[in-house]
């Protein structure tokens, strides 16, 4: 079952499939990496579409609390004609507003009925907190309503005077919406593209510190460094090992959410199917590069730690690094610019909104994706192998 | 045969740690050979140069007729190393951990397993030796670390302090099992601090002190050249101080 290993290929492969067989049976490594891959992304999916489902139902059965609603009664009747009920609003409404209870309050001024007797505008005051998510589709939709209430007892008021309410709209706003039924899901979109990287960035990372500080530690290494096989030979097993964990991870974790989307009783948010197998297809191309590069650099770092302890304390500065970037690309929100293409995971994330977005993968943007990550791929692996050649590898706790 | 000729290794910023200096000597076949000295007179950084694992500042060493620094693989392939670390993968059973070592040592499928089931046998540790190593005792990991060590059949065997940790028994047992080695033609070279062990085994001693040879030869010549009656003496004369007692 073992081939002779006279060749090169050949001990790489060997160390290759053990270091599967080590991986697949730590079952400390396999319990984080399918947590976090499978159960992890789709579960914070469905929070976030129920999320969205509990936001538009609000806006459908919006109850507005009201204060001194009896002085305006033509704008009492415009709003119960909306469909809103109309409910007092406790007196301690602002305290309500502030604990989350209540989104939005509208109070009509005490003053209301005797300033428009006079010809000057009324006031009413809406009372919110727009720092709160949640509250936030209420009180668009009662500030539109309160502008359209607007607009017609204008009219009315222009009409009585005899004249035509389009002398006081010059401008008429037609506007289209070129969001694709894809692009309206934003928030889910990104979670889905960052949870791919996020697969791909973290998959490997256990068995990678394991595999090389953690043999440091086991002192495991220098023994295994008395045999025939060579530097780059063991960077290279290992490295296949880790990878072929690391695009495990991200198979489950994009299946997880492909079944997620298919299967489980979504609540209605107006997003179409929007990760289908096309789509998982599209993802495991534009995340090859990453799935290839990221084991490699995990295998340097966890060289240079003469312990899994030490090796992950210097892990984490990068991996915070790395995770950062599309996060930082999602609040830029301008159009990437063309270089961003060539970095690492930024261009991986670019190519996944794309995807996402239900486009195909332009081919020489996919091309560019791949060029600077194979060449880091091979950098770190030779920084590997030379790390296994020298002597201050064999210095152990 | 090993022959080793004015070895240098030194360590630190400045080079000034010299942790081997001008060592030479000859370790021939079918004899075991066995490197005396206190802590820090240099007998793992020389076993590490023999098992090619540091490179030598000067001077050359040459096993079986292949230099330990040029035909590194060669020496590889030529080696059984027992070294300080040896630490086994903790999810692999002991038959999986000898077997990696006999893969990577190029032996095909079929040999490889006879062979494991020789060593396992050989060792005693045929009721152990499908059980994954996590937990094993020390003598059950020296065990399957010598095992793995002479996967291959090397002809040069390289000890470093074998006994350490290990109970009686399992002394005995290892003390047994080199002398086979020896019977078979084997080049031993075992290292030690304990001067009980090298009497008992060895056919001729070097005694290292501070990264240089202070003595050669058996262990009745090294009582007669000390002047001394029993060997501790003559160990602790030889090295010029009371060193040897805090060994």
Same mark, same amino acid.
């Given at each position: 079952m073992i081939a002779p290993t006279e060749s090169a290929p050949a001990r790489v492969a060997v160390v290759a499939k053990k270091e599967i067989v080590d991986i697949f049976r730590d079952r400390r490594t396999m319990l984080v990496t399918l947590v976090t891959a499978i159960v992890a992304g789709p579960v914070l999916m469905l929070l976030v579409l129920n999320l969205i489902a509990r936001q538009s139902d609000k806006v459908r059965e919006l109850v507005l609390p009201v204060v001194g609603i009896e002085r305006a009664p033509a704008l009492k009747a415009f709003l119960e004609r909306q469909q809103l009920s109309l409910t007092p609003a406790p007196e301690n409404f602002e305290a309500g507003i502030r604990s989350g209870e209540l989104d939005v309050v509208l109070e009509v001024d005490a003053a209301f009925a005797e300033d428009v007797a006079q010809g000057k505008p009324g006031t009413v005051r809406l009372a919110y907190d727009r720092s709160r998510d949640r509250a936030r589709a209420a009180i668009a939709e009662v500030e539109a309503l309160l502008r359209a209430f607007n607009r017609e007892w204008g009219r009315g008021r222009l009409i009585l005077r005899g004249i035509a309410p389009e002398v006081a709209n010059p401008l008429n706003v037609e506007s289209r919406d070129l969001a694709t039924p894809q692009s309206s899901g934003a928030l889910v979109l990104f979670l889905i593209a960052f949870y791919g990287l996020f697969a791909a960035v973290m998959g490997g990372m256990a068995a990678a510190l394991d595999t090389t500080a953690g043999e440091r530690e086991r002192m495991s290494l220098e023994p295994l460094l008395t045999t025939p096989i060579g530097p780059f030979e063991l960077a290279t097993g290992k490295w296949l090992a880790v990878s072929l964990l690391n695009a495990t991870a991200v198979l489950l974790t994009l299946t997880g959410f492909y079944l997620t989307l298919r299967f489980a009783p979504l609540p209605a948010v107006g997003i179409p199917f929007?990760?289908?197998?096309?789509?998982?297809?599209?993802?495991?191309?534009?995340l090859v590069p990453l799935i290839l590069l990221m084991p490699a650099i995990l295998l340097y770092v966890g060289c240079r730690g003469r312990t899994f302890k030490e090796a !992950?304390?210097?892990?984490?500065?990068?991996?915070?690094?790395?995770?950062?970037?599309?996060i930082v690309q999602?609040?830029?929100?301008?159009?990437?610019?063309?270089?961003?293409?060539?970095?690492?995971?930024?261009? !991986?994330?670019?190519?996944?909104?794309?995807a996402l977005r239900g486009e195909a993968l332009p081919w020489f943007e996919l091309l560019q994706s791949y060029m600077v990550p194979a060449l880091l791929t091979v950098v770190a692996l030779s920084a590997v192998g030379r790390l296994f050649s020298r002597e201050s590898v064999l210095a152990g706790k | 045969m090993i022959?080793?000729?004015?070895?240098?290794?030194? +360590?630190g910023r400045h080079r000034e740690v010299h942790a081997v200096d001008g060592v030479a000597f000859t370790a021939p076949d079918r004899?075991?050979?066995? =490197?005396?000295?206190?802590?820090? *007179?240099?007998?793992?950084?020389? =076993?590490?140069?023999?098992?090619?694992l540091m490179i030598p500042d000067s001077g050359s060493a040459r096993i079986e007729g292949h230099d330990v620094v040029n035909e590194r693989f060669a020496v590889r392939r030529r080696i059984g190393v027992l070294s300080d670390a040896r630490g086994l993968y903790p999810r692999l059973t002991a038959r999986e951990n000898i077997r990696y070592y006999g893969a990577l040592q190029g032996l095909a499928a079929a040999a490889l397993e006879a062979r494991i089931d020789e060593l396992v046998n050989a060792l005693g540790i045929a009721d152990i030796?499908?059980?994954?190593?996590?937990? +094993?005792?020390?003598?059950?990991?020296m065990k399957v670390a010598i095992a793995r060590a002479l996967v291959h059949d090397p002809q040069t065997i390289l000890l470093d302090e074998p006994t350490n940790g290990l109970d009686i028994m399992s002394t005995r047992a290892l003390r047994?099992?080199?002398?086979?080695?020896? *019977? @078979?033609?084997?080049?031993?070279? +075992? @290292?030690?601090?304990?001067?009980?062990?090298?009497?008992?085994?060895?056919?001729?001693i070097v005694i290292l002190g501070h990264g240089r040879i202070v003595a050669t030869g058996t262990a009745a010549e090294l009582v007669a050249q000390s002047g001394e009656s029993v060997l501790e003496d003559a160990f602790v004369r030889l090295l010029g101080s009371g060193e040897g007692l805090a060994a």
């Open positions: 929007l990760f289908g197998l096309a789509e998982l297809g599209r993802f495991v191309v534009a !992950q304390s210097n892990l984490s500065v990068l991996l915070f690094a790395i995770s950062l970037l599309p999602m609040f830029l929100q301008r159009k990437d610019p063309a270089w961003l293409t060539w970095i690492p995971v930024s261009g !991986q994330y670019s190519l996944l909104s794309r | 022959v080793v000729e004015n070895l240098v290794k030194a +360590f004899a075991i050979t066995g =490197l005396l000295g206190p802590n820090g *007179a240099g007998k793992t950084t020389l =076993l590490r140069m023999l098992s090619t030796a499908d059980r994954r190593t996590q937990g +094993f005792s020390q003598g059950e990991r047994t099992l080199l002398r086979d080695l020896r *019977a @078979s033609g084997k080049c031993l070279l +075992f @290292s030690s601090h304990v001067m009980q062990e090298v009497t008992a085994l060895c056919d001729s």
